[in-house]
């Protein structure tokens, strides 16, 4: 019995180390005009802070400005490119990383963070 127990601990540690919250890219409708503009809305869920957004931030301020605005859904986020060219495009992608964000919600659908960056970003 103590064996069973701590097996199922031991995973289920496993998986909540690995857990990261949901974030929704919401302006899947209107994509085109979202890379052209250079400006993206996401829906952070609750596993994310304002401060910890604000802190990754932070260190890509000369790429793209955050803003993150908390809502009863969780945190609405701004993401605006001070200049329109590949380098700022693709360090959005580490602002990602950053937060260990893996994935992305894209209309209901699971989308990797370098299949996102790729499609919707550059």
């Known amino acids: 019995m103590k064996k069973i127990l701590g097996i199922v601990l031991g995973m289920f540690l496993t998986v909540a180390t690995f ?12 994509a085109e005009k979202s890379k052209t503009e250079g400006v993206f809305n996401f829906q ?4 994310f802070t304002v401060e910890d957004i604000n802190k990754t931030a ?9 803003t993150p605005l908390a809502t009863a859904d969780g945190i609405a986020v ?40 790729a499609k919707y970003v550059m």
């Open 78 to 117: 701004l993401i605006k490119l001070n200049d329109d060219n590949e380098m700022a495009r693709r360090i959005v992608t580490r602002f990602f990383v950053s937060l260990e964000v893996r994935e992305i919600m894209v209309e209901g659908a699971v989308v990797l963070i370098d299949d996102f960056i």
């Open 44 to 47: 952070f869920d609750s596993n």
């Open 58 to 66: 932070n260190y890509y301020t000369s790429y793209f400005t955050v």
């Open 19 to 30: 857990a990261n919250g949901v974030v929704t890219y919401s302006d899947a409708a209107t």
